[in-house]
DNA sequence: CGTGCTCTTGAAAACCCTCAAGGGAAGTGG
DNA sequence: CCACTTCCCTTGAGGGTTTTCAAGAGCACG
């Protein structure tokens, strides 16, 4: 049941997500000071990191692994607000209780640090504070972003604005080239998937299919994704491409 | 057509959104400094303030009035993403250009900084950047919250989550009181409320004929709303009230 | 009194959801 | 090794909510 998850980097300066996470733009004696109110944490897919109304007892980046913000209405209906990747942060200084329930949606490995220690550390330390306030503001943009997504796109330009946007990431992680095809595995169930775009998951099964079946991408297995033509992937998502070459 | 709109408020110490804007934490030296780089502008209802993709030269707060964050796609879909009602902030620190249309919705006076020395300013000025960050995170949560109402509610709660919302706001800016009937003039047109809620004009017409019909609501010409009992408003929205006194 | 704008209402159609059944792969225990 | 279960996913049929298309009402303005 319980794996023991190994943690490999006590070191930040060996840190997978030293220059993406809240800490990238830290000097040496500032990681310093982080490394003291540091630990680290593993969840096993599909355990639940906070429930939302609980007390904030950390704050943290993950490491690698991805999971989801969501919240759920009384009578059970889930709405994905977030999907969080390896550098992302959680958590909010100066709020003691969690908003959302954060959910490991696959094995995570989170950065945690004690919360009152690092909002002291953030009070003298600018570089966090300014680097926070980028990404909230990134965030703030995807979150935008998605309003248009749910509002007023069609399921199939939803399923195809969720593949592009995970596509964007992979090819920005595993490598420049943006030339040739796309290869990544669906770190979602087609439930999560839902739940992101304001579906049933019964709509984002057809609507895959209905991609397939199209040509837009290839399917190996239910995860196992090929996008062999970006520019189409993109058209059927509705974005503006024009091109959409260096994506 | 060109109204000479009076700018009443040359002095920050009598700004009437003096403690809740980005300047709310600011000291008498930090105001003074900008006070020297700032401007005051007004549009008229109907008027874009920024278009999206232009050049950012102004960052800048809400004075009074009221002016939304639209994307349009290309086909001319339009999703609101924000509503900016008087002390929120508009633009953003390190970006060049903007990345949504800023259409004032009511005439409106905004409070302008130039971007470069803004930056220059915030930099320096903690209060400023920590206010920053607390108005972005809550924008956040804000955004995060209507992508729940865009992606998982009716039409019919949809009506009435964004009634409760001005509701509220209304409640706070007018007075404390929560007992007896709320009463305010909507702020938007049909078609505001369409592009806000990812709903067509003519649902948002139907539904709130139907909560008119149902006593939810009773309206006086188009705009002007009374909302007997807010615990029920609230119900409809299906959010959970529990009581939800206090608001 | 016509024009323009916002809003309302109706009828038909489209899209997505609900309900239902079943397939395929992985894990468990006999 | 093979039933059996479980989980995830797919597919079908029917129905409901919202959209689309269309017409007209109410009001302000010139």
């Known amino acids: 049941m319980t794996l023991p998850i190994q943690i490999e980097h ?3 300066g060996e840190c997978p997500i030293r220059h993406r996470a809240v800490c990238a733009h830290c000097e040496r004696d500032e990681l310093e000071a982080l490394e003291e109110i540091k630990y680290y944490r593993s969840f096993e ?3 639940t990191i906070i429930w939302s109304g609980d ?6 980046s993950v ?3 991805i ?3 969501t919240q759920t209405m009384e009578d059970g209906r889930t709405q994905m607000v977030g999907l969080l990747l390896p550098s992302d942060f959680v958590g909010r200084p100066g709020r003691e209780t969690a908003a959302y329930d954060v959910i490991a949606t696959t094995d995570i490995v989170m950065c945690c640090f004690r919360k009152k220690p690092f909002e002291e550390l953030m009070a003298r330390t600018p570089h966090i504070a300014h680097r926070l306030l980028q990404m909230t503001l990134d965030e703030l943009d995807a979150a935008r972003e998605w309003m248009l997504v749910l509002g007023r796109k069609t399921a199939r330009e939803k399923i195809a ?4 946007i995970i596509a964007r990431r992979d090819a920005t992680l595993t490598r420049g080239r943006s030339s040739g095809p796309i290869v990544f595995d669906l770190p979602l169930t087609r439930e999560a998937m839902a739940d992101y775009l304001g579906l049933t998951l ?3 099964s057809r609507q895959m299919s209905a991609l397939k079946k199209d040509g837009i991408i290839q399917l190996e297995g239910k995860r196992h994704v090929t996008i062999p033509d970006m520019g189409r992937l993109m058209e059927e998502a509705g974005d503006d491409t024009d091109g959409g070459f260096l994506v």
């Open 202 to 204: 019964e709509t984002v």
């Open 45 to 47: 897919a599909g355990q």
């Open 161 to 164: 604005s969720l593949l592009s």
């Open 55 to 60: 007390q904030m007892n950390f704050v943290g």
């Open 67 to 69: 999971a989801s913000l």
């Open 10 to 12: 006590s070191n930040c």
């Open 63 to 65: 490491v690698s692994g």
